[in-house]
């Protein structure tokens, strides 16, 4: 946890110490505190809401809950510091819920956009066992580490991405802009030109006078994969396979997705959700159908009675380290913790490859980048030379 995170829990503890010797928090409808909240009955949010924002709640909520704050006072207090928004308005919905008497996780089961079906069944989880406040830590501890990963990767493809950019419209600037001015250099002096001037010549023209196909057709190929991915499973699920495969990236994606599929299986099991269930949450919370697919073999063949790393070996999908420390979990009773230190691990790993990987990347680029460019110098150079060398001889 940050400095600047703990500054802040602190405060929601004094907060809540403060609300704590006031007199209870009586029950009201929506939008009954501040300003900002929904219309009395709606439960319609509108508006999109950040993770960010979702993590940072849940983990004040584990916070407040540590410390003995009810959960109905606990979601006043929070929904009350929220800046007026879409989710202010929700944590007014589901406090308005819970004070009505319905449990916290059915009240997050109505807004799946925010709190997906791990969140409530982790909360519903802890509801079940008494121990909701000790889920709540975990279930933070889980998103800031999910948020943490994410960010290092964002962060690490800043520089390449612009960089790329960049890149790319200088590049096109000069073929669209520059060339063509050159063309006209040479057809006035009427020099033969080498091989490499003529092709520079030719992409220049293309994209010129077929602006519409060098655009179109790319725009066009992006549009039907946006389609076929949203629209057709069969093309996903080989897009998806594909995509394990790709050098380095394929290898980088599945050590991501092994590592979450364990944290996120561990931390179920660790809440006490039985192995079936966890496996089904797990299933429907991956974005790859590959990984998903394997995982429904998993439980498929885990309710006729198979052990869990028996079929996960069998899928193809795990290294055998993953397997092995699954088996000695199920063998020790210990599988949650097996499958939290396979996490670990892996996302030890997978840091130190990004890192690897774009600080490798970032001088291939340059590279790359120095490349096309003495390309295009020397193409229009040397022409240029060659009329010069013929001027001052003729002179």
Not at 79 to 91: H, N, V, Y
Not at 99 to 110: C, F, I, W, Y
């Given at each position: 946890m940050t400095w600047a995170r703990r500054v802040g829990?602190?405060?929601?503890?004094?907060?809540?110490?403060?609300?704590?010797?006031?007199?209870?928090?009586?029950?009201?409808?929506?939008?009954?505190?501040?300003?900002g909240g929904a219309a009395a009955g709606s439960k319609v949010i509108g508006g999109r809401i950040r993770g960010q924002l979702v993590t940072d709640f849940t983990v004040q909520l584990a916070t407040l809950s540590e410390a003995g704050i009810p959960v109905v006072r606990a979601l006043t207090i929070l929904?009350?510091?929220?800046?007026?928004?879409?989710?202010?308005?929700?944590?007014a919905e589901i406090t308005e819920d819970v004070?009505?008497?319905?449990?916290?996780?059915?009240?997050?089961?109505?807004?799946?956009?925010?709190?997906?079906?791990?969140f409530s069944a982790m909360v519903r989880a802890g509801e079940s066992a008494g121990i909701l406040d000790r889920i709540l830590v975990r279930l933070a501890a889980f998103r800031e580490k999910a948020a943490e990963i994410q960010s290092k990767i964002v962060n690490a493809m800043i520089y390449p991405a612009i960089l790329t950019v960049v890149a790319t419209g200088i590049v096109s600037a000069v073929i669209v802009f520059v060339i063509p001015r050159f063309q006209e250099i040479f057809e006035s002096f009427d020099v033969t030109l080498p091989g490499s001037t003529q092709f520079l010549l030719d992409v220049s023209e293309i994209a010129t006078q077929r602006w519409y196909l060098v655009f179109g057709v790319p725009a066009a190929m992006v549009l039907l994969h946006m389609f076929m991915i949203t629209r057709s499973k069969p093309y996903r699920f080989r897009i998806h396979g594909l995509m394990l495969k790709l050098p380095l990236a394929g290898g980088l994606m599945r050590q991501s997705l092994i590592a979450r599929f364990s944290r996120t299986f561990g931390t179920l099991v660790e809440a006490g959700v039985p192995h079936l269930d966890a496996l089904g949450i797990v299933r429907d919370a991956t974005a790859n159908m590959v990984?998903?697919?394997?995982?429904?073999?998993?439980?498929?063949?885990?309710?006729?009675?198979?052990?869990?790393?028996?079929?996960?070996?069998?899928?193809?999908?795990?290294?055998?380290?993953?397997?092995?420390?699954?088996?000695?979990?199920?063998?020790?009773?210990?599988?949650?913790?097996?499958?939290?230190?396979?996490?670990?691990?892996?996302e030890r790993q997978l840091?130190?490859?990004?890192?690897?990987?774009?600080?490798?990347?970032?001088?291939?680029l340059l590279l790359v980048m120095a490349v096309v460019v003495g390309f295009i110098v020397v193409a229009l150079f040397m022409p240029l030379l060659e009329i010069m060398n013929s001027i001052n001889s003729s002179s």
């Open positions: 829990t602190l405060s929601l503890l004094k907060m809540a110490k403060k609300i704590q010797r006031n007199t209870p928090v009586q029950s009201r409808t929506v939008g009954s505190s501040g300003g929904e009350g510091q929220t800046k007026p928004g879409p989710f202010k308005a929700l944590l004070s009505g008497g319905a449990p916290l996780s059915e009240a997050m089961g109505k807004h799946p956009r925010c709190f997906d079906e791990l990984l998903a697919q394997g995982i429904e073999d998993i439980r498929r063949t885990v309710r006729e009675g198979e052990s869990i790393a028996r079929t996960m070996g069998e899928t193809g999908l795990f290294d055998d380290i993953v397997t092995n420390m699954v088996d000695v979990g199920e063998e020790t009773g210990e599988l949650d913790r097996m499958l939290l230190k396979v996490a670990d691990a892996y840091d130190r490859r990004i890192d690897a990987l774009f600080k490798f990347l970032e001088p291939v």
